[in-house]
């Protein structure tokens, strides 16, 4: 499974950015995809899930009504709209696939994308 992320680039804050995270490479149904980030001296931390059939989700408490995580089956894609961004949503966010049912939060997917910086400016 081959991830690609887009959708990363500078803002500023109170603005808006979409990601989105197509897979290819293989006759693709897994358990779940999930958004994660990242900064310099911190864990990978998990920001938001979705389970890949029934649309079940997981946001992190700091993102919860700002951003949206949504995939479309059909394009194997799945998305995350972040609305209200602040400073500390700076990171380099990744996408990730669960093939096998488990746990949206944590860190122990099976596919990871390259990951797009995400920076939000004051």
């Known amino acids: 499974v081959q991830l690609v992320e887009t959708g990363g680039g500078l803002v500023q804050a109170g603005g808006s950015l979409r990601l989105s995270c197509t897979a290819s490479g293989r006759t693709f149904s897994p358990w779940a995809m999930g958004w994660f980030r990242m900064v310099p001296g911190k864990e990978r931390e998990a920001v938001a899930g979705i389970t890949w059939r029934g649309g079940g989700t997981y946001y992190t408490d700091s993102v919860k009504g ?8 059909t394009k ?11 400073p500390e949503d700076t990171a380099v966010y990744y996408c990730a696939v669960r093939l096998h049912t488990g746990n949206l939060v ?15 400016s004051s």
């Open 76 to 86: 194997n894609t799945v998305y995350l709209q972040m609305n209200s961004l602040k």
């Open 106 to 120: 944590r860190t122990d997917y099976d596919y990871w994308g390259q990951g797009t910086q995400v920076t939000v």
């Open 66 to 73: 700002r951003f949206t995580i949504s995939r479309d089956n």
